[in-house]
């Protein structure tokens, strides 16, 4: 046919419809779109393209009315002509009048186009070797198949985007609720516990219906803001507690250097299985003593085989062995915020002790892990220790190795 007409019959016309009109007249993709994946595709990105549910039914159903899989290519015929009581019958006794609103909304999008005949009737005739259909074109499936696509990954990028948030404000509801019952029993006159208890009630009332994004993004900083809060309020006395328990233990565990001295076979034996430990920390015996001596003053006066024979745990996080010092700060990075240790708490923590004996400690703390119910707080209470001189991670490690003696 020489013309195609851009005017439904008996229907207004609107620019919407002009422009989808125009644009179901170019070429079709070369290689054509499989209908049911374009449908699929539709269905994920209908809310973008503003269709419904009952829309999709009805388009659906038109393109079962298309004879091949692939829409487009060499499968030129896009035009399907059911009449609206077949599509009704597809649709499972849909309303005629409801299944026409769908499709009035298909064509309004631009992803089905009519093709009426001077009539308004829908069929198909040939004329010599031409045929010409009237109809619903199903060319726009093809010819919108990547902006399809596009929107389809947006919505689920999207949903995934918002189920994350959804799962990190239950999780941070759940913590506030625990930190509040444990800081009443410690400081049960705070204010600031009757504030954040209110603010989880409302959290957990509030997730109970759905939420839009810019909700969920104000109730995380509102959650992210107590929580902040409270866990200032509890560091200082954690790190009292753990520090007065530290000092009993490492009271209870002092040792002499000849104590030092009794572990020395043990090492000697770790060393002996194939462990390498840094020169630097070899133990050198000067004028007869037993007395352990660090090459480098600035490392640890404990030797590095004594430390790894003492702890275990960090095994798990190491991507290879550690066999320097060097190798034992890196560990170290890796577990410290698995832990909760704060970035700034690091920090001092290296500062006050040097890089190497900061990250005994730290694998110290990971053996009595269950037993340290402030991680941060704790590294705070020795890094203050070790500021005044009065901290040294020996007595830790001999505590461990007493430990696993025992």
Known sequence: M??????????????AILHYQAAAQQDLPPSGVN??????????????????????????ALVSFHQATIVGGNHSETVVHPSNKAICERLNGMPCSTMRRHLANLVQTGFVVRRDSPNGKRYTR??????????????????????VCEAAEAVRAAEERYKRLRSTVSLMRRDLA??????????????????????????ARDLRRKLDFAELQQMESALSEALNAIRDLLEPVQSQDMSTNEVTNEQHYQNSNKDSYDFEPRLEKAQGEGSVSDPATALVVEGGTDEPVSVDNNLPRIPLG?????????RTYAERPVRHWHDLVRVADVIRPMMGVSPSAWEEAKQYMGPEEASVVILAMLERFGDIRSPGGYLRSLSAKAALGEFSCGPMIMALMRKDAA
């Open 306 to 314: 004594l430390v790894l024979a003492a702890c275990s745990e960090y």
């Open 35 to 60: 209908k049911w994946e374009a449908l699929r595709e539709l269905a994920a990105a209908r809310i973008a393209f503003g269709l419904s549910d009952r829309d999709l039914s009805v388009l659906q």
């Open 178 to 203: 625990g930190l509040v019952d444990y800081g009443r029993s410690l400081r049960p006159d705070r204010a600031i516990w009757d504030q954040a208890s209110d603010l989880c009630v409302l959290t």
């Open 126 to 147: 040939r004329y010599g070797d031409e045929k010409i259909a009237f109809g619903f074109d199903l060319a726009p499936l093809a010819q919108r198949f990547v902006e």
């Open 2 to 15: 020489d013309y195609t007409p851009v005017t439904p019959f008996r229907r207004p016309i609107n620019a």
